[in-house]
Structure formats: C-alpha cells, structure tokens
C-alpha cells in the first residue's frame, strides 16, 4: 500500500511539474497583453509559486541527508557537535523555518530556502486575495445585471 502511496505521490508531482513549466511558459509569453487583468493568469501564478515553494521546502528537509553525523563530517567536512544537537532537538523537527545544524555555527540547510519559501508563500497568498476580489466582482456583476449568482442564469 505504501508503494501505491508513493507512485500516486510520484505521479501528482511530476503532472504538477509539467503543468508549472506550461503555466510559467504562458505567464511569460503572455505578458505583454496585460494578462493580470483574467483570473487564469493569476490561478497560474498561484500553482508556481506553490510548486516553487514545495519544491524548496523539499530541497531543504533533505539537506541532512539519512544520517546527519555523517553529511556533517563526510560531505561538509564539519564538526558534527551532538551536545548542541541534542540541546535544540525542537529547533530541528519545526516546519518552518527549517534549520538542520551540524554544530553552533554550519546549518545544512542552505540560506537561500527560508526566504524562498516565504516569497512563494506571500506571492501565493497574493494571488489567491486577486482571485477572490475577482469573484466576488463577477458575482456582483451578474447580480446587478438581473441574473441570479447562485442559479446559473444570466
């Protein structure tokens, strides 16, 4: 069941994927025909700045590797203090901001994911905000032109 979870997982994210190259394709290229003024640019912006900030979330959690001791002192080639590890042991296991510390002063977690999730989360949140004062617009629209909103005639 584990390996059904896993190829599902495997197969949502790599649609994902191919579906963000197609939207930053249109975002891009569309640009120069004011597209922020339909909603679909924005639910675009919305799915890439997600997947960007999954993605660097992702690549952040697995900095440590599957034994931290050893991508500490093998591939880092840092001192790998347990003391101070075992002393901010809630620090480590935070989803967010991430931090994987080999000692006092060498995080695994390069420096350039936290602010990269943050951005993706406040362009996202962006997007959304548009996306609904855009509904809301078009509701209001078709309610002052006569139709019902919630009946489906116009």
């Given at each position: 069941m584990k390996q059904l979870g896993a190829l599902?997982?495997?197969?949502?994210?790599?649609?994902?994927?191919?579906?963000?190259?197609?939207n930053l394709y249109r975002i891009v290229t569309g640009l120069r025909d004011a597209p922020w003024r339909r909603p679909l640019w924005w639910a675009r912006v919305?799915?890439?700045?997600?997947?960007?900030?999954?993605?660097?979330?992702?690549?952040?959690?697995?900095?440590?590797?599957?034994?931290?001791r050893e991508t500490c002192q093998f591939v880092h080639h840092e001192h790998y203090d347990r003391a101070y590890r075992d002393a901010h042991a809630a620090e480590f296991r935070k989803f967010f901001p991430l931090?994987?510390?080999?000692?006092?002063h060498f995080d695994l977690v390069p420096a350039w994911v936290n602010p990269s999730i943050t951005v993706c989360a406040v362009i996202a949140t962006t997007a959304v905000a548009v996306l609904l004062k855009s509904g809301i617009a078009h509701l209001r629209r078709r309610s002052a032109a006569g139709g019902s909103a919630l009946s489906g005639s116009t």
């Amino acid at each position: 069941m584990k390996q059904l979870g896993a190829l599902f997982t495997a197969v949502v994210l790599i649609g994902w994927s191919v579906w963000n190259l197609w939207n930053l394709y249109r975002i891009v290229t569309g640009l120069r025909d004011a597209p922020w003024r339909r909603p679909l640019w924005w639910a675009r912006v919305c799915s890439v700045a997600l997947f960007t900030g999954l993605v660097s979330w992702i690549w952040g959690v697995l900095r440590g590797g599957l034994d931290v001791r050893e991508t500490c002192q093998f591939v880092h080639h840092e001192h790998y203090d347990r003391a101070y590890r075992d002393a901010h042991a809630a620090e480590f296991r935070k989803f967010f901001p991430l931090h994987d510390k080999c000692n006092a002063h060498f995080d695994l977690v390069p420096a350039w994911v936290n602010p990269s999730i943050t951005v993706c989360a406040v362009i996202a949140t962006t997007a959304v905000a548009v996306l609904l004062k855009s509904g809301i617009a078009h509701l209001r629209r078709r309610s002052a032109a006569g139709g019902s909103a919630l009946s489906g005639s116009t």
